[in-house]
């Protein structure tokens, strides 16, 4: 499957925070070929394990999504909701919506507002707040079945774009696709440390599932990644490669000089971030893990984050599996 | 899928002034089901249903193929274009959408500000429609430029579909009447008529009903049926006497809107011919909003005209349901009273 399928799958896949069994099907059928076992956790962590030497190296990638969750329903099938992560009301209005019940179904929504004709002049400027938004589902013949508490993501299916996709939930997924891509990348190598290619859940709640897995592999280096905004002020744009996060607390210094050196020395194209508290992202818990992980993070550009049309650069997806795996068989040769 | 002409009539980009496309798809559905059919010089596609002579009277029956949309106006430094709207789009609906860009429909996404990086005090705040911006991939202007012209028509993306009794997808205002008048068509194939009715998909409903009056002109109705689609805002937040209308309770019949007073003599036979059919039907119980019938009623001596319409909420917006049955009545309703006639007798 090329790369630029894969983030397709893995962004139209249903995976809500906590609720991302969906997503695991995608990265299993993905993965398999380049791994010796999969499992899942108790908190519900996606592993894949690639057997080397004794050194073990982790990488953590969140396959939750931001999401809402049903609070309330009308008997004419209007409901009322909260969001799981954090949602800019702006990108919600007029959006189809696919709501999992709790039989297993899909059911459709739509997120409504009041037509501006019919709304008062006053309140034209302004967007409605989560209290006010409702998701019409009257259009299902059994909405009834709809109940508090089943999960909601925007409907939205991923497309190509000039070397770029589009999709609803490239955060994190498209680093989900990095993983699979390292996994694949080191067929090409001789030398390979122990590889544990972790898919989180709940990131985007506080990152309970990549503590509880670092916790569990008691890992030399977990190497974190999740995606960072696009932003020309700060030297970080599509295009130009992986981003690393230069030490800071959250980062450890002696891996962060090796991985840097290493890009340098071997032609890798990489940009740097900075992280002077903690990062935000699956390495601050991947750091505290046990009694003390070193931590890398390495961050994908993206455009858009936390709306349906977030955007990512597929070369730089291949550009980060390329780093990442040189550097993983690197760290087994000088080692 | 219930509604399979209508699914492809929603999902033909059509905005208002570029609305080539659905006027060629309609053109494909009407040959050899009418004596005559023409274009004119603004886009309008007016067809000739003759009748069995033992009337001189023409009726009109008009739908307009537009759509709401926006219109690219500038290449920004960074390869994005900034868009102007064409015809009501509110801001609030475009954020996080997909869009279909020029005549060969490259798509872009209209992307915001993540919400981490957002000042707070504004995060409920409308953008200003110059503030968003078209995104197509591109890092630089000339990129835009080798591939877009400024002034290209920008399309909403939504599929078609159908859920139970409803079906959701943009363009259902007018493409539900632009279906209406087809079906109408259909089912004169095997009816003799004794007047000549006159079909006008017109352009540019959206931008000041542009299109009709030349349409009308050229046809030189006694009568005219305009098929609309409207607002229901049957929404939770408006108790039920602010409902303008509300999906699931049939046609919706007018009796007055904004610019206009409909023939009252129209209007009657409109409700009279529901009621002998039993066709459940609703009035607009709101004057907001306004048709073509408004610019008929401003043409040569002034052409009176009935306005039936099928419900739709979040109109105008990428996302619009509908409730099927209610446009299935719209049908049936415009079949009978087409056949009867009666509207052309004064």
Request: no cysteine; proline share 14%; glycine share 10%.
């Given at each position: 499957m090329s790369v630029n399928q894969l983030l397709m799958d893995l962004s139209n896949s249903f995976g809500p925070v906590g609720y991302e069994d969906e997503v695991h099907g995608v990265i299993r059928e993905a993965i398999e070929p380049y791994v010796d076992d999969i499992y899942t956790d108790v908190i519900g962590n996606l592993i894949a394990v690639k057997r080397g030497s004794n050194r073990r190296i982790g990488l953590f990638t969140h396959i939750d999504e931001v999401s809402l969750v049903i609070s309330n329903i009308d008997d004419r099938g209007f409901a009322r909701f909260e969001m799981l992560g954090g949602v800019d009301p702006k990108i919600l209005i007029s959006q189809r919506v696919k709501i999992r019940c709790r039989d297993g179904k899909e059911r459709r929504g739509v997120i409504g507002m009041l037509a501006p004709h019919l709304q008062k002049q006053s309140s034209r400027g302004d967007v409605p707040s989560f209290d006010e938004l409702f998701i019409d589902t009257s259009m299902n013949p059994d909405f009834e079945k709809i109940d508090i508490g089943d999960l909601v993501v925007v409907d939205f299916e991923a497309f190509e774009m000039n070397g770029k996709i589009s999709g609803k939930s490239l955060d994190d997924r498209a680093c989900a696709a990095i993983s699979i891509e390292v996994a694949k990348e080191m067929a090409k190598y001789v030398n390979c440390p122990t590889l544990y290619f972790v898919f989180t859940t709940r990131e985007e709640v506080g990152a309970m599932g990549a503590k509880a897995a670092a916790e569990e592999l008691a890992l030399e280096l977990g190497v974190a990644m999740d995606v960072t905004h696009h932003s020309k002020e700060d030297n970080i744009e599509l295009g130009k490669g992986p981003v690393l996060t230069v030490g800071?607390?959250?980062?450890h210094k002696e891996y962060f000089r090796k991985i840097e050196d290493y890009a340098k020395d071997h032609g890798h194209s990489f940009q740097y971030d900075y992280g002077p508290g903690h990062t935000g992202t699956d390495a601050d818990v991947v750091q505290l893990a046990g009694s003390g992980t070193p931590t890398l993070l390495l961050s994908l550009p993206q455009m858009f984050m936390h709306t349906p049309v977030e955007v990512v650069q597929v070369s730089d997806v291949v550009n980060s599996a390329r780093l990442l795996s040189g550097f993983f068989s690197f760290l087994e040769e000088v080692e | 899928m219930k509604l399979e002409r209508l699914s492809r009539l929603c999902e033909l980009p059509g905005i208002s002034g570029f609305e080539e496309k659905v006027a060629s798809f309609i053109e494909s559905q009407i040959e050899g089901k009418v004596d005559k059919s023409w274009k004119d010089s603004v886009g309008n596609l007016i067809a000739l249903k003759k009748g069995n002579g033992k009337s001189q009277k023409r009726l009109m029956l008009l739908a307009h193929t537009d759509e709401v949309g926006l219109m690219t106006k500038k290449v920004n430094e960074d390869g994005t274009l900034s868009f102007t709207n064409i015809g009501g789009v509110d801001p609030?609906?475009?954020?996080g959408k997909k869009v279909l860009v020029g005549d060969d429909l490259i798509p872009g996404v209209i992307g915001f500000e993540a919400i981490h990086t957002q000042e707070r005090a504004t995060l409920l705040t409308t953008p200003k429609m110059d503030k968003l911006r078209i995104y197509l991939g591109y890092s630089k202007r000339e990129e835009a430029q080798n591939n877009h012209r400024l002034g290209d028509p920008v399309f909403f993306s939504t599929k078609y579909e159908e859920v139970g009794d409803f079906a959701i997808a943009k363009a259902f205002d007018d493409r539900t009447g632009c279906e209406v008048l087809l079906r109408v068509l259909d089912d004169l194939q095997s009816f003799s008529l004794d007047y000549d009715v006159y079909f006008a998909w017109v352009v540019q409903e959206e931008v000041g009903l542009r299109g009709s009056g030349i349409a009308a002109t050229q046809i030189k109705p006694d009568a005219a049926l305009v098929f609309e689609n409207t607002t229901?805002?049957?929404?939770?937040?408006?108790?039920?006497?602010?409902?303008?209308t509300s999906l699931g309770k049939g046609p919706v019949l007018t009796f007055a809107h904004n610019g206009l007073v409909l023939d009252k003599k129209i209007f009657e036979t409109i409700v009279d011919t529901a009621r002998t059919n039993s066709i459940e039907f609703q009035y607009k119980s709101r004057i907001a909003g306004g048709t073509d019938a408004a610019r008929l009623a401003r043409t040569m001596s002034g052409i009176p005209a009935g306005v039936i319409s099928t419900p739709s909420r979040y109109i105008h917006s990428p996302v619009s349901i509908i409730n099927t049955n209610d446009f299935l009545g719209v049908a049936k309703l415009a079949s009978l009273l087409v056949k009867e006639g009666k509207v052309l007798s004064r």
């Open positions: 800071g607390p959250n980062i | 609030r609906v475009l954020m229901a805002g049957d929404n939770p937040e408006l108790p039920e006497y602010r409902w303008a």
